[in-house]
């Protein structure tokens, strides 16, 4: 399982939002990308042969073509890794006008 997963919830239908595009970066570097399933899961952000690194890292969610009349066109989520050796999941949880996210386990 790759040690950065993320999962992505409409809160205003009450269910996961799949099919939404996620990229993965290390400082400006892509390290990573996947889309959402149907379960609003992206549990193979990074491949199982990279080696998480320390540093800053951020997920960007293209939402645009999954929620057209948000007022938020993409979401961006910055988070610092200092234990290279555990896992990181960040929820992404959505609504028209706004968004709340948490480190998840």
């Known amino acids: 399982m790759s040690q950065i997963s993320t999962h992505v919830l409409d809160t205003t239908a009450g269910r996961p939002a799949g099919g939404i595009p996620v990229r993965l970066y290390l400082d400006d570097r892509q390290v990573g ?3 959402t399933n149907q379960d609003g899961r992206c549990v193979a952000l990074l491949e199982n042969s990279v080696k998480l690194e320390a540093g800053i890292y951020r997920i960007t969610f293209e939402i645009a ?5 948000s007022f938020y ?3 961006e989520i910055s988070f610092r890794v200092r234990d290279s050796g555990a896992h990181y999941h960040i929820p992404l949880l959505l609504s028209p006008f ?8």
């Open 73 to 75: 066109p993409k979401v």
């Open 98 to 105: 706004g968004y709340t996210t948490y480190r998840g386990s």
């Open 65 to 69: 073509d999954k929620f057209p009349n």
């Open 33 to 35: 990308a996947g889309v």
